[in-house]
């Protein structure tokens, strides 16, 4: 893989994705959009983003991510990280959605299950998507996480999210992808505190003891 400008397939047309694509556009990447219809230069087909990418994002409704990275291709997500930011909400209950992670399973496994060739790495997923990309939007230090199997794209992840504003102390990695369990089932709580803040615009941070 290139140091620098790399080619970056976003999976997603919704506010996630156009947010993560014009982020990383802004940064120098070169960027493809991923949706069922190609309608522009930028917005290809998911198969042709995923091609294009030497990193793919996920960010697709999570109901759905698995048929997005169907049509996708296994093979264009082969040896990629795969960096899935996705929750799977089922909205048709109304608000709250019903969270469907379990503290056995999630969606960062159940795609790591269906590609086990892509290399997933869960992040991102536990704020906004302003956030995700601006961290500086807020005062003070705050937290994101990360969880995956594979070493060396959990390092190209963590160089976007360094590229993004956030610092290294800020990025605490959980381990292999059995973590994104516990990443995914913070989104009750993340619900909650939505209704007690009254705006999006907020985020946890992991204080340590001074010597730790
Ligand atoms: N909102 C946030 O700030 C936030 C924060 C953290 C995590 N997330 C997660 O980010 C992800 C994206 O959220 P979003 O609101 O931007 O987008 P979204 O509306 O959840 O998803 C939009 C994408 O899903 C694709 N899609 C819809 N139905 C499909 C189907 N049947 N088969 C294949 N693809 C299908 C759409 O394809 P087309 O392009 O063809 O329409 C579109 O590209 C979600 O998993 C969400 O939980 C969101």
Redesign the pocket.
């Known amino acids: 893989m290139t140091e620098g400008r790399l080619r970056v397939g976003v999976l ?6 156009q947010t993560l694509a014009d982020r990383l556009s802004e940064l120098g990447h070169d960027v493809r959009i991923g ?3 190609a309608s522009s230069d930028v917005v290809r087909t998911f198969a042709e983003a995923a091609a294009h990418g030497e990193v793919v994002v996920n ?4 109901l ?2 698995v ?2 990275l169907t ?1 996708a291709g296994a093979e264009h997500l082969a040896g990629k990280p795969l960096l899935d ?3 799977a ?1 089922d909205h048709s209950v109304g608000f709250p959605p019903k969270v469907l992670a379990t503290d056995s399973e999630s969606l960062g496994e159940r795609i790591q299950a269906a590609f086990p060739e892509a290399l997933v790495v869960k992040t991102l ?1 536990t ?3 302003a956030i995700m990309v601006r961290p500086r939007t807020l005062p003070g230090p705050h937290t994101n996480f990360l969880a995956g199997n594979d070493a060396e794209a959990k390092g190209v992840v963590r160089g976007l999210l360094l590229e993004f504003g956030w610092t290294d102390e800020e990025l605490i990695d959980l381990g292999d992808l059995t973590a994104s369990r516990g990443m995914e089932l913070y989104l009750p709580l993340w619900l909650r505190m939505l209704g007690a803040v009254g705006n999006p615009l907020f985020n946890v941070h992991v204080v340590r003891a001074a010597d730790s």
């Open positions: 997603g047309t919704g506010t996630v994705g949706s069922r219809t960010a697709t409704g999570g759905v991510s048929d997005a049509l930011l996705s929750n909400l997923n704020m906004t998507n």
